[in-house]
């Protein structure tokens, strides 16, 4: 059963008086588990794509269904709530919430969630340990590394176990010892929690990691490889 | 609870800017309230003052005195029953006899009103007492602003002309017993208080009066042939000044209130321009774009609760120390109803009201830059583009 369903889609977006069409005729399946990576220049459609998987943008036509709910059917309050409790996003940037400290950066989602005190304090800590930053939950984003800040961003993400993970580049402000260091993380959190991590990337050291590779040109699948 | 809980810590964490938007707000907190204060510490006192030194508990008015038309005076006396006798001498009426006059301080011309008092009477403030202590019986006393005017001090002989019931002119000089003070022009400003039975025998009026003051202790019964004056009418031209002087205050406190909400919009329109990444996050991160507008305006109307507590570690020893000591405005001669020196009052209801008008305030200003959230693509949002 797939946990991504990809039919047909078209995503055109407003340019002046005519459109320009990111995505074109995308057809893809993801399973759960995968550990797969959108690939291409800029451009291509890698980011239009994940976004859409992420419920943040809908389809202009064709269909995306996330976790058997077709992303352009929800409403906001559904957008909301999937994101919220099955998807987890790591950003290029990190995107931390800069006036809050690690482990209330990390907590967010749960909050939404209400979840005990108790039981939310227990899932960060955990999340923490996963990318070995316990030490840090008391520090301020602006305190933190960029590695670390990453990491953060991970166990963000991941302290709600989603199903599902999207990446945006998530290398790319990072350098080769982070960048490793990052993406072993990832791959053991895959591997432990059977998470489905999709990646927007054109970083090679990413696509070391990757069990699939999409290539992604003018917003077309140009190859869909499956490493053995 | 979790919009307030993220708009405090959103709030505290982006320090000074934060702090400079409250401090102002809190000043405006901080003078609504003294303002208010001034005005209702102004308008108890002066109805205390009135109350006290002029109309009583209200007032029994001859059918045709009209306190605005001197031309109502010379008919304006009838004789007084015995009922009401009988309460004067309980001490529950006091009856006042009222005539024009022209007074000739040393030499010059000014007009004036005599008024006939009992002076034994202790329901007016005014020190009748000193009539009766007086040595000459055509003694008068009189308030400050009036010795001022005519430039009479204790003990003076000033000549008075009058008429008497049947429009004969009289005149004869006047001793002046004692000048006293108090904060109510109207009582003070071109009367002279003479003993009621004197001016009765000199306007040949004997046992009539012009209007009768009610005390604390009258039933409230009605007298016959006279119209009763209740104290809303009584007051009402202090009601009508006091409102007057609102109205500028309002002024000042709307425009105290502009600035510090002109600064909170503009924080939040900066706030929404610069935080789009964040805004971005807590989409990605599971909130609703309306969730998001809560916690900026409850973000921006926070800083009205900030300011309120603020205003209250500044603003409550100031405004105990102001109740103690009071604010003095120099003198009695304002021409209006005001004390000497006016004690603000900070009811409940004022603080209430102030506190509810700024949050309210305040909110709905943070509320309008925010709904441009609504209105953001999320995707953009996230790589901070401006939209």
């Known amino acids: 059963m797939a946990t991504i369903k990809i039919n047909d889609l078209v995503k055109k977006f407003p340019v002046g008086k005519g459109h320009f069409t990111a995505l074109n005729g995308i057809n893809l399946n993801f399973d759960k588990g995968e550990f797969a990576g959108l690939v291409g220049p800029s451009g291509s459609g890698k980011t239009t794509l994940l976004n859409i998987i992420g419920s943040l943008d809908t389809p202009t036509t064709g269909s995306t269904i996330v976790l058997d709910k077709s992303i352009s059917e929800l409403s906001n309050k559904q957008a909301a709530k999937l994101r919220n409790k099955h998807i987890g996003f790591i950003f290029q940037t990190y995107n931390l919430l800069p006036v809050y400290t690690v482990f209330e950066n990390v907590e967010f989602s749960l909050l939404l969630q209400k979840i005990s005190a108790f039981e939310r304090k227990k899932a960060v800590m955990m999340a923490l340990e996963w990318v070995g930053l316990t030490d840090k939950a008391k520090s301020k984003p602006n305190m933190l590394s960029g590695g670390e800040s990453q990491r953060v961003a991970i166990a963000r993400s991941m302290v709600k176990k989603p199903e599902i993970v999207l990446a945006d580049e998530p290398t790319a402000n990072l350098d080769s010892k982070n960048s490793h260091h990052i993406l072993q993380t990832m791959k053991k959190l895959n591997e432990e929690l059977n998470v489905t991590f999709l990646f927007a990337t054109h970083d090679e050291k990413v696509m070391q990691y990757l069990n699939r590779i999409v290539s992604l040109e003018d917003g077309k699948v140009v190859s869909d490889e499956i490493k053995t | ?387």
């Not at chain 2, 004390?339 to 004022?350: C, F, N, W």
Request: with cysteine; proline share 4%.
């Open chain 2, 1 to 387: 609870m979790l919009a307030i809980k993220l708009a405090f810590k959103n709030l505290i964490g982006a320090g000074l800017r934060t702090w400079l938007n409250v401090i102002v707000l809190s000043f405006a907190f901080v003078l609504i309230i003294f303002y208010n204060g001034m005005f209702d510490g102004w308008n108890r006192q002066g109805i205390k003052a009135t109350i006290d030194w002029e109309i009583g508990q209200g007032q029994f008015w001859h059918p045709e005195y009209d306190k605005y038309d001197p031309y109502t005076i010379q008919d304006s006396h009838a004789p007084l029953s015995d009922q009401v006798k009988a309460e004067i001498n309980k001490g529950n009426l006091t009856p006042i006899l009222i005539t024009q006059a022209t007074l000739y301080p040393e030499g010059r011309v000014q007009s004036g009103i005599l008024k006939g008092i009992d002076p034994k009477q202790n329901i007016l403030n005014l020190p009748t007492a000193d009539l009766i202590n007086n040595q000459d019986e055509y003694a008068a006393i009189i308030g400050k602003r009036m010795a001022e005017s005519t430039k009479l001090k204790v003990g003076d002989r000033v000549l008075v002309r009058w008429r008497d019931k049947n429009g004969t002119f009289d005149a004869r000089e006047i001793q002046i017993a004692s000048i006293f003070r108090c904060d109510v022009p109207s009582a003070d400003n071109g009367q002279m208080y003479m003993s009621l039975p004197v001016l009765q025998k000199m306007t040949n009026m004997e046992g009539e009066a012009t209007l009768i003051v009610t005390g604390e202790n009258y039933s409230g019964a009605e007298i016959e042939n006279w119209n009763f004056k209740d104290l809303n009418f009584l007051l009402s031209d202090l009601d009508k000044i006091i409102q007057s002087k609102k109205i500028g205050s309002y002024i000042m406190e709307g425009l105290l209130l502009i600035i510090a909400l002109l600064a909170i919009f503009d924080t939040q329109v900066l706030s929404i321009f610069r935080r789009q990444k964040e805004i971005g996050t807590y989409i990605a991160l599971g909130l609703t774009r309306s969730q998001v507008v809560g916690i900026f305006t409850v973000e921006g109307g926070a800083h009205s609760i900030l300011a309120a507590l603020l205003g209250a570690v500044y603003g409550i020893p100031i405004f105990i120390w102001l109740d103690t000591v009071g604010i003095t405005f120099g003198g009695p001669d304002m021409g209006i109803t005001v004390a000497e020196t006016i004690y603000p009052y900070y009811s409940v209801g004022l603080i209430i009201s102030t506190l509810i008008l700024v949050v309210v305030s305040a909110t709905i200003v943070s509320y309008i830059p925010s709904r441009k959230i609504s209105k953001m693509k999320p995707t953009e949002a996230l790589k901070g583009k401006l939209q």
